[in-house]
């Protein structure tokens, strides 16, 4: 089994609707990302977790909200999809100063 | 303000050639950098990293080295195979917290020909 899983894997959704990201990791780690790819731009930090009472937004937060359900859980909610959303979204877990995290699989998010 | 930049989109080698992926970075606070390596459809990997007291680093086919006056850093891939074909993110977590947060260049695509 992966250390971190995402679901879905992939998801078309409505602009307007409301969409959850869900990531479940198994690293014991106690921080946790959110993260966006977009074509030419890398990855951008969403949000991100040290703990479960611990939560604080990253570069391109507007527009997004978190939950930390447990040391485990970390979901990610789009309240109003909108076609600008479009991307790849990565959950990641690290407790390495040196930097090194560990990745999901990734979710592709359509907003249409 | 990008605080680690890729300059190259995309690279094209033959197999068992030298590659040389290139990342410049502009905080001269960042003590280690990372290279990650993606294949479609998976998440980012890590594959090799280097402490900023160090000016080279390596493992098997893979060597970074880390030019801190000139703030780049480079990796190596010798030789080459196809299986390397992947994007190559070059990053180093932020000095700024204890939050560990990663800071990402654009990606570097890399396709070795058979």
């Known amino acids: 089994d992966a250390d971190v899983t995402q679901t879905p894997r992939n998801r078309i959704t409505k602009t307007g609707k409301r969409i959850m990201l869900e990531c479940s990791q198994t690293?014991?780690?106690?921080?946790m990302y959110w993260y966006r790819q977009d074509p030419g731009l890398g990855l951008r930090l969403i949000y991100y977790s040290f703990d479960v009472k611990d939560i604080n937004k990253g570069e391109i937060s507007d527009g997004y909200s978190v939950s930390r359900q447990a040391q485990a859980k970390f979901s990610l909610s789009l309240e109003s999809a909108i076609p600008n959303q479009t991307a790849l979204y990565f959950c990641?877990?690290?407790?390495?100063?040196?930097?090194?995290?560990?990745f999901g699989q990734g979710t592709r998010l359509t907003v249409v | 303000d990008q605080q680690v930049k890729q300059n190259s989109p995309s690279l094209s080698v033959q197999e068992g050639r030298i590659s040389i992926l290139n990342c410049d970075y502009t905080n001269s606070m960042f003590d280690y950098f990372l290279w990650y390596k993606k294949y479609p459809a998976e998440g980012p990997t890590f594959l090799i990293s280097?402490?900023?007291?160090?000016d080279k680093n390596e493992d098997g086919r893979f060597t970074v080295f880390l030019n801190k006056s000139a703030k780049h850093l480079s990796l190596h891939i010798v030789p080459s195979q196809p299986g390397d074909s992947a994007v190559y993110f070059c990053?180093?977590?932020?000095?700024?917290?204890?939050?560990?947060?990663?800071?990402f260049g654009s990606g570097t695509r890399l396709l070795v020909r058979p």
């Open positions: 280097i402490s900023s007291i160090k």
């Open positions: 990641a877990t690290s407790d390495s100063r040196r930097g090194k995290a560990f």
């Open positions: 690293k014991g780690h106690d921080r």
């Open positions: 990053a180093a977590p932020d000095p700024m917290d204890s939050s560990y947060k990663l800071i």
